[in-house]
Every structure is written in structure tokens, then in C-alpha cells.
């Protein structure tokens, strides 16, 4: 990465004032007194949300800052305080600026769907200059202490959150700029800041915002992606092993990022969660300004008694907007993450194609380039579903269009991947063209849809692959309507139903403009700066993109989009999945993806994934065949290559890498069942794909930082991938004495908590299955996963002492039929008591589900294997199956483990079907 | 009968009233577990009529796949993962009998009829192409021979005239000697300075001068045309590196180095061109001396033959004289006695000149027929193919337009991308060796599955491989090459060209030049076989 390219705190004012604010207030210690105080007389609650005014005391004037504090039915509350003067309009803005007055107020508008349920009856209580609001479950209470303004956040009687502990609140209020050029108030980052050739006019002048939120006793956070970072954060002042910089907030295109840093990557969601021994709880900075985050822990002691625990304290800074704050109490994970989705909104259930493997290169550069990747997969019998197209399709970096000369006939390309079910992602980025023979070039000028410069008035030209290009605006209702438009079949000549889109460079990246994206300065649709919405200019355009391709094939013929992301904020888990961006060919990154990757999932955005082999760069066989088998286990799996690179599609590897490949990229398909279930409980609870260890075992203190194995949703495969050279074996950390986690290929049995040694040369992937769950899988592959719709399922139950039991979730994986009831949601559990295996209907409705059913009753278990067997089972040869009225024997065939394997049992072909209640009696 | 999926020269196997599996014997099953959708045999040979083995690894199999029997065309097998998919998969199973079980469904009637007549009507278009291709092969083989012949022909018939020539300036060389020799016992050769020959010594010296100015200025000349050809070189790679950059890469360096390269472009418009007249003028200056130095120089008969003692005495003494002489002058010289003689190189007589000019023609003669023979030996131990049979085709260039360029190359020469909206063109290697590959589109190994009849429609390619490198340099990547892959035709043709990645292209090249590797390759095997095969 080139450093100079992008600012440091110190080089982005805001950051270095309330830095230094910092500082000042530490070292002031308790003789500095925060000047924010709350206006008691102003206090009010009614329905669940009090109002009052905070004053900022600064000697000659009391500037009001009106406060608005919500609290809701599940526990969530919600802090916002804003400008009194900014509210009126009561200030002067610099260089005849056209800018709003207003401090930006409408990222909820984009980011929450929810929030809404305002704990009625909450009940409050002031005294001692202490205001205690007692909401939502029993035990909740807020006490607000009036001077200086803080707030505790409560918990049968113990803080989780305190906001203004360290008086590190700043609210940076309007004033005029000093005549005087040598006025007192000479700071020199108020007025302008000029950095990389670029200097921002600030018409505002300063206006930051800025809170300390410290997590008393809690030693852990985790979240506020996208860093290249661990997963559980590092702090950022300084020390052996720490970050010298905040982590920071403020997407941008950064090229050749490195790994193990705070720096700003593409997408931004300000959510962090604090984690301690039995207890978790989040907070939510909704700001879509650039933001800098300060995480230190100190060191306590509760009680001489007690162990030592930290307290994790943190430092948010973003340069405008309002001041909005969002505690989830938590107390577990499940919780925390519903409380985030109910306000952000949950991952969308993806279409199932998009969750099976993807093809990507900069660039295939023909249609006959395609056809002859796609012809070769077939060949080699090595399965995949999408392959994509990036910027070189199009006729001169002119989106909508084709290269006339190389993709001549792109319907008939469509055509040919349709017949196997196979879909064409096709790159689509906001910058258009500056080209006076572009259509849609011209429309967007004329229509004045492009972000403006910062007249206002004339719209804003920079650089990107096109050369000189303008941006689309998609906070602008009418530029997403005209956006819709352009997808329509007739306008998108040449694209087809199984074409879909990938919006890249979204930032937006603009190669000649400050920190390769916009001046801050830019004026947005209703006059809001850049500055106020930058973290938001990704979501809004792959929102836009989302709704144009939801309804492609007419009214009533909806189908779920797939739309890859760069750029993100909280909220876009609802309509994009993301990747990690331009990665490398390098072990590190291999190492660096599962971290980033985990962040997402815990942050509400688990539709996320790392270029498998690295964008730039040429892996080795070992690293490609490594990141493969790595990729198996990304929640969105794409191989993309840099257009320098050498080709490395996975059937050029050469043996034995080609069949390793074509293991892993198999293991995925057959896991396809366990993806999508996961995906399902995702896409209405918010619960992560993959689960960090802290997520399952929240008691277990010593696997709060562990970030390179994890849980595949709720089926107990714990994967641990290779992410080094030379690796013949690895360390797995089991986490529970009493559970035994058999290996997932040769039922290998790990029993007693610890750090145990797996084998793992090249060959295999080190995969463990916890005892107590059930996994459907699909176990024969096909060309693509359309394919395998009708294929039969393979349960495979692994045995505890108390039973087994696991979860299915099916759908046509393509319309919403599954919002009317056109699902199966199929529990299976295995009760040791009665040795009975059960499958039961979790549909709630199951008369909406009829058709459905109707269309997949031929689908059938094809095979049973119970891991985990004693001895008795030896003799056993056939089992009785039971389903609707009949009742018939299947065979079972006993298999002793050996060498410390688990001794198994498969049920052959027992014919049962998928959307039937049965049961096995293995008795 | 045979159980579905196996072709009738294997339903022996599954003969019985047990089946065992075809590689793991010790594991039998009832004949009711043949094709019953459940794999129980590790090789999977239980199921070659379903898919519920298409799980196992390639390296497992016992089967080649399901069986299609496609009456009225050819049979063939198609991978066990593509049975009932829903997928007609026409192109392996024209009669549709892989879809048996109708999933979702589907229904594959069988089309075996229309597209067997399809396939033999491409076959025997294929046949009569190979056909006129076998031919034109069999033309350029013989064009070959004759070539060869030809060659070493002339091989012998120069090494005789070098033979002669040898001789002749060996000839040549001795009457040199001996005009050198008279030279020297010429008496009093130059006149001392001082007297009478000033105007001499002064045309000597111009002449000399006169020389040394002259190859000065060649060499300046040389050194200013080399200097013009870097900095044309330079400029083109910076203009290429102008053109080609990636703004992405957002590279301070090379930013800044195209800013720097505009403002040079805007500046120093004319101050490379070179001046035709100046030109001129420079070639006339180096050109044939006007002046004919020799005429000045030419030293009339000695004035007094009693300088030359020599000339009295006979000719056996005269050498011991002449000898004596010199070595006793030397002496004198050596201890400062005498002063040296005048030095006077160049000023020759005519007899000499001539005699050296004689032997001058006769060596370069001689270079000359050593050159050509050293080139016919070369070509004569180039490969050239099986049968040298890409000889006749050297120097032969075919190109064809393929989206804004022309992409051409030569056999044994070099390849070129043309733009076709203006005149820039690049080198995209030179030819450097002829590979034999196994050719990539014969299915069926290493488990490997046909691409099937829908994709056989072109001629397979030869597996001869042209390899073409050390082309222009990429930005940011490697030096272009070439792979020219040939396949069988009757005429020369290009039939696509594809970047396969940045900078490394593959033409696609069909030649009559392969179409015998097929017949030589298919050892007894018929044509019509090989092409049956093929299909």
C-alpha cells in the first residue's frame, strides 16, 4: 500500500482534535470537567422516548444541543443528540456554499429498517442531578448523570456501557470563521484541509462528533469491519503489539492493502461487540461520515479476589452528522445479533446458485473465451455455477454495452451457461463514461443524476477506468427510477435472465481524487455534502442496482438478485453480498481472509468472501490448491485473478492439484444443504454463517481471540483450513471435555477439551464434526447446483450421549414462492433413548407449502450414517422405517473403527422422503 | 441383456446371479443391487446406470460412465454425474437415455436419427477436407525433398568453388609478397626532409589528415544514428508506457513520469527529425575522395641509381647485402647514431595496390562462398519438422483480422499484431521451436471426459505446436510470445486468435503441413477410423 496515498489520524483534522482532546482529558485526569451538562428542566418521556437539551458550556455561550434518548421494547436503546442552531438553519455557510445546514440526520434512512418499538411504559426517576430510566426486559435501566453529561447503561445493576466516562465527548458546534486571520481560535484544520493535491472547502468548518464508550469488565470487542485486522480488535494507542492509529472508517479503493492493520478498507459497519465470560453486548455509531475509532483496555481489579479482567474503553470520532448512538444489551450472541438485524435488517436469503462456486478473471476476454472456461469445467468434471465477466466486455468501459468485436453474440453465450444452469455475472460500476457518443452518458448529464462538484451546479468530473467519467447519485429517487430503467432487457441489450451484477468501485474509487475518492466537498442529491454520506455512496448504488434486478422479468416474476459489492455500510447485508476486494497472492492473505471474513459475519454481513488464489500476483500450486479448500468454506466462494496474472483455473493446476481442487470445490456442493440452512437462520435471526469460537462458547474466556477455526452455521463442523506452506499437520483448539468431535472424512475421534493435532497434508482439509448433530448433505455432484435440485440427500448423524439433532431448509432457491409458504424446514433428531432417528416439519403453515412439496416428494434419503456406533450395533442388518402408514426394513451395514476411529453405521437407501414426516428405529 | 449404462461388450460382467465389483473383488453383492441408485462397490461398477456413484474420485472408477448406445450413431459414454440431471446432454447421449428417470420433468426423445445424419454428413465434409489436406502435405513433403536436394547440391558445388578460390588467393597472396618485396629493396625510397620533397611530406600529411578527419566524422556519424535509435527507442517506450498504463495502479512514479513526458512531447516537437540536406552534404563528404593523393604522392624513378647499391650487385648477394644493411642500420639506430627512417605508410606503388586489390576481391569471394555455405548447412540443419515439412512453408505469412487488429505471422519468422486503425504495429515474438504436444481436445484421459460431438464441429487441433517468443515487452508483463497451434486443413489459414493471458496468444492455425502426423501417427489405423474415433 502506499501510505501517503491515504491520511493518518494525525493527517485528518477531526481526528488529531479530538485526539488531542483526548490526551488533554487523560492528562487532566479527574480535575477536567466534560462541558456537556443535561438541562434537567428540559427533561420529558413520553412513550418510551425522552427529549431534554444538553448545553455545551464554553464560557460566553450555552450552545443547545437537543437530545433525543429512545428506548425500546427488546432492550435496545438509542442516543441522538443534534444542533440547535444547525436544526433552524442559524448559521452562514463559507464560499457560497449551496451545502445544507443541517447536521446530516438521514443515515437511518438508509441504514435501519427497524427500531421503531418504543418501550411504552418505561418508567423514570430523577435524583441527586441522576435521571434512571427503568425500559424494556426486566432488570434494563439507563442512569443519566446531568453534569457532566454521561450515561450509564444497566444490567440488574451493573454497567455494560458508560457513554462521556473519560470526557471525551465533543460536540464541535457551528461558529463563524475569525475575521481576524490571526484570530485566537487558530486551529489550522477548521477552515480547509488540503491533502494529495486536493483541498477541502470546508463551508461548515469544524463540526465533528465525538464520544468515549467504555465496556466496564469486558476485555474483548470485536467487529466494525473492514480492516485487515484480527478479529478480536487491537488496541490503537501505542505498545508492544497495539496499533499506533485508531481503526478508521472511510471507504476507499486501497490499492495493494496490507495485512494487520487499522487502515480503511472499502465498506465501513460502525458495530462493535464487547464480549466478556457470560455476557456480550454491542454498539451501533450510526454515522456515515469518515470515523476513527481509539480502542485501549485498562487493567482492574474488581476485588482482590476476582482475576484480573480488562475494561475495554473506546474513542469514536466522526467529522459530521449527528451524534447517534445505538447499546444492544445483548446478553448473548443470538440475541445481539437479532437486536442488530432488527434494526439493519438481516442478510438477504440468497439465491442458491450464488452460494455455489463462482469463475472469475480480469478478464475473459471473449465470448469464446467463456464458452471454451466453461466447456473445460465440464471436462474435467469439476462443478461451478457463475462465471464473470469484468470491465473488459464492454464496449470502451461503457456499462450497458458490449465490445462489438469480442462479444458479438452475448445471448447465445447466456444461452449455452443456461443449459446447464449456469449464470454470467457481469461487472457494472457507477462511473459513466464522460462521452459525448454514450447515451446513457449524455442522460445522466442532462437528467442531472451525476454527484455535483462543489458548486452545486456542475456536475462533478474525475477519473476512473472509463477515463474521464461522472457518478451516478443514487441518494436521488429519480436517478434510481432512471437506473431501474437502464436494466431493462431492451436497454441491456444482449443480457438475459441468468445475467446478474457485480458493482465494483463503488466508494466510489476515483483514481485522480483525494484518497482516491471524492472531495468531501461534492454536493448529493438534497444538497447533503459528500462528506456527510460518504460511507453510504456504496450501499445506496448497489441498493438501486438490487431493486432494478429484483423485477427484471416483469411485475409478479420476482427473483432474488445477486449483487456483489465493494463498498457497504450497515443495512447492505439486505441486498449485496461483499468480497474482501484486491487482495494477493500470498500466504498472508490466505491468513488474513478467515479474520476479515468472521468480522463480517458477526457485523450482520455474513454474504462475504476473499478472491480465492488473491487477486494480484501468481499463486503457487500449493497456495492456489490451499485457498481452494480455504474458499470451500468463504460464505460467497469466487476464484478471480488480476488481468497480469497467470491463468488458474482450477483444471490448469495439473495433477495431483486438479483432484484436490475438484475435492474441495465437491465438498462445497454436497455441504450445499448445511450452506443454505445457515443461510436461512441468518437471513430472519442474523445468526453469523461462520461462527467464531466466542460466538458458541461464550464461558470459554481462553477462545475469545481464536480467529482461524470456526463453526459452519448450525451443523458443528468446526473447520480449521490450512492457511500456511509446507503444512503436513495442524493444531486444533477442542474447546469441550464431555464431546467428541469426530474427524468429518474418517470419523477419527478427539475426545477432552485441548489443543490437539490433526493431520493435514495436502490432500485434506482438518474438519471435525461435534457430537450431538445432524448434517444433510447432498453428496452426488453435478455440473452446476441447479442441477442437483432432485438429487437425494445423505444425513449423517453424529452421535453424543444425549442424542443428536439437526436443521433443513429448502426453497426453489430462486422467487419468492418462499415468502408465501413455498418452503420445507425439516427438524431432525435422533433420540438415543428410543434409538429412533425422527424427521418433523418445522414449517409453521404446512398447507402453504403444498405445491412445494408437491414438486420435491420424489426427493428421498439416500443413505444414513450414524458416527459414533458402540459395539451392540454389530449385528445389526436391517432397521425399521416408518413413514405416513407404511413400514418397511432397510438394510444397515456396521463398520468398525479402527486406529481411534469412531465405529459408524449406514442405513442403505432407506427411501424415505425429504418432505415427509418418518422415523428409523435402529432398536 | 445388458443392465442400463453398460455397453454390451461389458455385460459379461454383470452376468450372474451376483455382481461382483470389477476391482474390488472381495466385496459381492445380489444382482438386485446392480443400478438399484445406491453406490456400493468403491469403484463404483455397481451403478454405471445412475449417478449415485458419481461421487467417487476419477482415479477410482472402474466404469468410462453411462453407456448411451445411440443406435443410428455412435456410441458413447457419458460421466455418471450426468445422469438424470435434468440435462439432455445430446452432444454424448443422442438418444436422450441418460434422462431416463424424467426429473422435473424432463423428457430427451431420442435424436439420434437427425443428428447421426448431421455427424456422417460433417464426418465425410471433414474426410474430404482431411483428404485435400493429406495431399497438400504429401505436396510439401516432396517440395521438401527437392528443397533438400536442391540445397545440398549446391552445398557441393560451393565447396568446390571455395576449393577454387582458395587456391586463387593463395595465389594472389604470394604475388603480394612479391610486390612488397620489390618495394622495399627499392633504394632511396622517399627524399629526406629538407629537400627537394616538402610538397611530399605536406601531401602526406593532408592526405593523412585529410583521412583521419574523415573516419572521424563516419564514426560521429555512426555514434549520432546509434543516439537517434535509443532515443527513439526511449520515446517509444515511454509512449507505450503512456498509452499502456493502468491509472489504478495509482503509482506516484509513473504519473509522474507521464506528466514529464507530455510537457518533453509538447516541447521538443522538431529536434529529432534529421535534415535531408545536411544529409546529403555528410555522404558526399564521405564519399569517393575527390582528390587523388596517390598522383601527388606517386615518387617518379629514383633521381640517382648510386643510391642504389643493390640494384649493382647479384641477386644471391644483394639479399645478404640488403639483410646486412638493415641489420647494421638498425644498430646505428639503437644507439642514436643514425635517425630513423622517415616513416611513409600508404605511399605505395601501383603495383602493390593492385596487387593487394586482386587479393582483397579474391577473399571477399571467398567470404562470400563460406557464408552461403555456412547458411545452407544451418538451413540444412534446421528442423523443419517430420519430414522437413514446414521447409516449403518458410517465409510463408498468414494473418486474418481478428476485432481491431491483424494478427499475422510467418512460418520460421515472426508474428505481428497489426492495428487496424493506424499503422502502429507489434512484435509479438519470433519463431523459435516447433513442440509436439498431446493434443488438448482428445478426451478420455486421466479421466478426463469428451467434449462430445456439439464442440467437434472444427477439426481437432494436431497437437503441433509453433512456439513464437521474445516479443515486445508488456507493460507490466512479460515479452509477447506466441503458441501457434496446428491443425489439419487444406490450405493455410488462421482460424482464431485469443490473448490467453496478458501478453501470451494463441493462434489457432490450420495447415496441410499436420495432415500427415495423422496418418503416421494412426499405424494401420484407417482414416476413416481415426475420424470415426474422433467423433
Known sequence: ?923 | TAPRGVSPEDARLYAGSAFTCLTHPSITIPTSQVNDDFCDCPDGSDEPGTSACAHLPHSALAIRGFHCRNEQHTPAFLPLSRVNDGVCDYEICCDGSDEYAHVGGVSCKNRCAEIGIAARKLQAERERLRGDGVKGWAELVKKAQIMRKEAEDEVKTTEVKIEGIEGKVKGLERELRDAEEKERRRVVRAPKEGEGGKVGVLVGTAKERSEELRAGLEKVREERDAALERLKKAEGILAALKEGYNPNFNDEGVKTAVRAWEEYLAQEETSTKLNDAEERDLDDLLGEDPVDWDEFLEVDEPQSDLYNIEAYLPESIKVWVHDKLHDFRQILVENGILAPAPDTPGIESKAVNAARAALKTAESEERNNRARLTALNDDLNTAYGHNDVFRPLKGECIDADVGEYKYEFCFHGKAHQKSLKDSSSTSLGSFARIEYTTPEDVGGQHGLFDAGWEEAHEEGLSGVVLKYDNGQQCWNGPKRSVNVELYCSAVNELRSVREEEKCVYRFEVGTPAVCGDRVEDAKGESMEERVRDEL
Not at chain 1, 442388518?877 to 432397510?890: H, L, N
Open chain 1, 1 to 923: 500500500v502506499k501510505h501517503g496515498d491515504f491520511k493518518t489520524c494525525a493527517q485528518s483534522g477531526f481526528c488529531k482534535r479530538n485526539r488531542a482532546l483526548a490526551d488533554q482529558a487523560t492528562a487532566a485526569g479527574a480535575s477536567r470537567t466534560s462541558p456537556y451538562e443535561l438541562d434537567a428542566n428540559t427533561v420529558a418521556l413520553k412513550d418510551g422516548v425522552l427529549t431534554a437539551t444538553i448545553l455545551k458550556n464554553i464560557g460566553e455561550e450555552n450552545v443547545e444541543l437537543p437530545l433525543v434518548f429512545s428506548f425500546l421494547d427488546n432492550g435496545v436503546a438509542r442516543v441522538t443528540i443534534d444542533e440547535a442552531k444547525r436544526m433552524t438553519g442559524q448559521i452562514e455557510l463559507r464560499h457560497g456554499s449551496t451545502a445544507k445546514k443541517e447536521r446530516y440526520n438521514e443515515a437511518a434512512k438508509w441504514a435501519l429498517v427497524g427500531g421503531e418499538n418504543f418501550h411504552k411504559d418505561a418508567i423514570i426517576k430523577t435524583e441527586d442531578g441522576v435521571t434512571s430510566v427503568a425500559y424494556g426486559p426486566a432488570g434494563y435501566q439507563v442512569k443519566i448523570t446531568h453534569k457532566p453529561f454521561s450515561v450509564k447503561f444497566l444490567k440488574d445493576g451493573e454497567a455494560h456501557v458508560v457513554l462521556n466516562e473519560r470526557s471525551f465527548m465533543n460536540i464541535e458546534h457551528w461558529r463563524p470563521k475569525p475575521e481576524d486571520s490571526d484570530g485566537n481560535k487558530g486551529d489550522d484544520t477548521w477552515w480547509e484541509e488540503a491533502f494529495g493535491g486536493n483541498t477541502d472547502s470546508k463551508p461548515r468548518g469544524p463540526e465533528s462528533v465525538a464520544m468515549d464508550i467504555t465496556f466496564p469488565g469486558y476485555d474483548h470487542v470485536y467487529g466494525i469491519p473492514e480492516h485487515a485486522s484480527s478479529l478480536s480488535l487491537k488496541e490503537t494507542r501505542g505498545g508492544e503489539g497495539n496499533y499506533n492509529e485508531p481503526y478508521r472508517l472511510y471507504n476507499a479503493d486501497v490499492f495493494e492493502y496490507e495485512i494487520d492493520s487499522p487502515m480503511t478498507l472499502y465498506g465501513s459497519i460502525p458495530f462493535m461487540q464487547a464480549q466478556k465470560k457470560g455476557s456480550t453486548v454491542g454498539v451501533f455509531w450510526l454515522n456515515a461520515a469518515e470515523t476513527w475509532i481509539d480502542i485501549v483496555k485498562q487493567k482492574t481489579n474488581v476485588n482482590a479476589l476476582s482475576p484480573e479482567r480488562a475494561t475495554t474503553q473506546t474513542h469514536w470520532m466522526s467529522e459530521s452528522g449527528l451524534l447517534d448512538i445505538f447499546v444492544l444489551p445483548g446478553p448473548n450472541s443470538s440475541w445481539l445479533y437479532k437486536q442488530y438485524g432488527d434494526l439493519t435488517g438481516f442478510t438477504a436469503l440468497p439465491a442458491a446458485f450464488s452460494i455455489a462456486y463462482h469463475q472469475c478473471r480480469w478478464n475473459y476476454v471473449s465470448q469464446d473465451d467463456v464458452k471454451d472456461v466453461d466447456r473445460k469445467f465440464d471436462k474435467f468434471d469439476i462443478p461451478y455455477d457463475v462465471i464473470w465477466l469484468d470491465i473488459e466486455y464492454t464496449d470502451s468501459k461503457k456499462y450497458f454495452t458490449w465490445d462489438p468485436l469480442t462479444f458479438k453474440d452475448p445471448e447465445t453465450m447466456l444461452k449455452t451457461l443456461d443449459k446447464r444452469e449456469r449464470k454470467l455475472v457481469a461487472i457494472i460500476d457507477p462511473h459513466i463514461k464522460n462521452d459525448k457518443n454514450y447515451a446513457i452518458g449524455n442522460e445522466l448529464v442532462n437528467k442531472g443524476f451525476g454527484v455535483m462538484d462543489k458548486t452545486g451546479k456542475k456536475i462533478y468530473e474525475g477519473w476512473c477506468w472509463p477515463g474521464s467519467s461522472h457518478w451516478i447519485d443514487c441518494f436521488n429517487p429519480a436517478a434510481r427510477a432512471w437506473w431501474k430503467s437502464l436494466f431493462d432487457f431492451k436497454k441491456f441489450v444482449g443480457s438475459m435472465p441468468n445475467t446478474w451484477i457485480w458493482n465494483d468501485m463503488n466508494e466510489p474509487s476515483v483514481f485522480n481524487g483525494p484518497e482516491t475518492t471524492m472531495p468531501k466537498d461534492n454536493i448529493h442529491y438534497d444538497n447533503w455534502e459528500h462528506r456527510d454520506v460518504h460511507n453510504l455512496n456504496g450501499m445506496t448504488f448497489h441498493n438501486a442496482t438490487y431493486e432494478a434486478l429484483k423485477t427484471r422479468l416483469g411485475p409478479g416474476k420476482e427473483r432474488r438478485p445477486f449483487v456483489l459489492t465493494r463498498s457497504y455500510f450497515a443495512g447492505s447485508q439486505r441486498t449485496a453480498a461483499m468480497w474482501t476486494g484486491d487482495n494477493q497472492a500470498d500466504w498472508s492473505h490466505l491468513a488474513q481472509a478467515f479474520p476479515m471474513l468472521l468480522a463480517q459475519g458477526i457485523a450482520g454481513m455474513p454474504f462475504a468472501g476473499a478472491d480465492v488464489g488473491g487477486f494480484f500476483g501468481n499463486p503457487s500450486k500449493e497456495l492456489l490448491t490451499r485457498w481452494y479448500q480455504a474458499g470451500a468454506f468463504y460464505p460467497f466462494f469466487r476464484g478471480h485473478a488480476h488481468i497480469d496474472a497467470k491463468r488458474r483455473e482450477p483444471y490448469l493446476a495439473g495433477e495431483p492439484y486438479v483432484s484436490i481442487i475438484r475435492d474441495a470445490i465437491r465438498l462445497r456442493y454436497s455441504l450445499l444443504p448445511t450452506w443454505y440452512t445457515a443461510f436461512h437462520r441468518a437471513s430472519w435471526e442474523g445468526m453469523p454463517i461462520l461462527r467464531p469460537h466466542f460466538v458458541m462458547f461464550p464461558d470459554d474466556e481462553a477462545g475469545f481471540a481464536i480467529d482461524d477455526q470456526f463453526y459452519l452455521g448450525d451443523t458443528g463442523i468446526l473447520v480449521k483450513p490450512i492457511v500456511s506452506e509446507g503444512v503436513t499437520e495442524t493444531s486444533v483448539y477442542v474447546p469441550e471435555e464431555n464431546m467428541v468431535y469426530y474427524d468429518y472424512f474418517d470419523y477419527t475421534m478427539y475426545n477432552g477439551k485441548g489443543i490437539r493435532s490433526v493431520p493435514a497434508p495436502l490432500g485434506s482439509i482438518p474438519m471435525l464434526m461435534r457430537s450431538g448433530h445432524i448434517i444433510p448433505r447432498k453428496d452426488r455432484p453435478r455440473r452446476s447446483s441447479g442441477l442437483m435440485r432432485y438429487d437425494p440427500y445423505t444425513l449423517v448423524v453424529a452421535l453424543a450421549p444425549g442424542g443428536a439433532g439437526g436443521v433443513l431448509y429448502v426453497d426453489d432457491g430462486e422467487t419468492y414462492d418462499n415468502k408465501d409458504g413455498a418452503f420445507i424446514h425439516r427438524s431432525f433428531i435422533y433420540n438415543p433413548g428410543d434409538k429412533t432417528l425422527r424427521s418433523g416439519n418445522l414449517h409453521p403453515e404446512p398447507a402453504k407449502a403444498a405445491k412445494y412439496v408437491k414438486e420435491m416428494r420424489d426427493v428421498r434419503v439416500e443413505r444414513v450414517i450414524l458416527v459414533g456406533v458402540t459395539d451392540e450395533w454389530k449385528d445389526k442388518k436391517t432397521v425399521e422405517v416408518k413413514q405416513g402408514s407404511k413400514t418397511w426394513d432397510a438394510e444397515v451395514k456396521f463398520v468398525e473403527g479402527k486406529e481411534g476411529r469412531a465405529s459408524h453405521v449406514i442405513v442403505r437407501n432407506p427411501r424415505v422422503a425429504i418432505v415427509k414426516d418418518w422415523t428409523i428405529n435402529f432398536a
